[in-house]
């Protein structure tokens, strides 16, 4: 018995040394090499040997991480509103915006016709208006609207210069209206003036502003009006009696 273990002794020597040359040389070698994600076999890792912030967000299983396990506050800025469904009742606020908006649209369009309307009867009561741009509109006492102004129901009788209003030469005349702010009327409005059953001019014809012929400087003669409508002339130098014409507006 003893003789075999001395027997062997050399070969068991030999296999021992040749044991330890490969486990030394298997450790130098895994000391060497680098250990790459090939090397590490799938879900073979626990999650304690992981480095904080090395695995990004989008590697992790979805569902992974529950809600009551995030800390803090997720602000807007960090939400992709396209991942959302649409808010419980927005349905109902966009149809409340929508009636809303309906309604404006209804009360402007009303509103607008009512403007209008408002544009139309100011115009068809422009014509009684008080005023126009601040002026007062309409006949003085003593006068009536014709043709568009307002006319002297009589032959004037309230020339500056002439108390009694005695017949006047046709510049005379002419200044007295003006004094006034009226002018003298033209000689075919008289003429149709006259033809009113509440007017009755003078019987001695009456000036007009239209002038005939000249015949020499200052001579001249003016178209007088006589109290059936008549048109005659006569020369500026003479004296008639006269009646003026006022705008509407004053």
């Known amino acids: ?35 790459n994600g090939r090397t590490i076999v799938v879900k073979s890792l626990p999650g304690n040997r ?5 695995v990004a967000a989008n590697r992790l299983r979805p569902g992974a991480i529950s809600a009551s396990a995030l800390s803090g506050q ?12 649409q808010v419980p009742n927005a349905g109902h606020a966009v149809s409340a915006d929508s009636a809303d908006n309906a309604a404006h649209a209804e009360t402007a369009d009303s509103a607008q016709h ?10 068809v009561n422009a014509i009684a208006a008080e ?15 014709f043709a568009g102004s307002c006319w002297q129901t009589s032959p004037d009788d309230s020339a500056p210069d002439e108390p009694e209003n005695p017949p006047v030469t046709a510049p005379k005349a002419a ?20 033809k009113r059953p509440d ?22 003669a003016i178209v007088t009006v006589s109290a059936t409508g008549v048109l005659n002339s006569a020369a500026m130098n003479l004296g008639r009696r006269y009646r003026c014409v006022f705008p509407l507006v004053h």
Request: glycine share 10%.
């Open 175 to 194: 200044e007295n209206c003006a004094k006034q702010g009226g002018t003298l009327p033209g000689a075919l409005e008289l003429a149709a003036f006259a």
């Open 50 to 54: 992981l480095k904080l912030h090395s």
């Open 199 to 220: 007017v009755t001019l003078d019987a001695g014809d009456e000036w007009s502003s239209d002038l005939t012929n000249f015949s020499g400087p200052n001579s001249y």
């Open 114 to 123: 009512a403007a209008e309307a408002d544009m139309a009867l100011n115009a």
């Open 1 to 35: 018995m003893k003789k075999a273990v001395r027997a062997n002794s050399p070969a068991v020597a030999i296999s021992l040394t040749a044991l330890f040359l490969a486990l030394g040389g298997t450790v130098y070698a895994a000391g060497k090499a680098r250990v």
């Open 74 to 85: 997720l602000s807007g800025a960090q939400i992709d509103a396209r991942t959302l469904g």
């Open 131 to 145: 005023t126009v741009n601040g002026h007062e509109v309409g006949c003085k006492t003593g006068t009536v609207p």
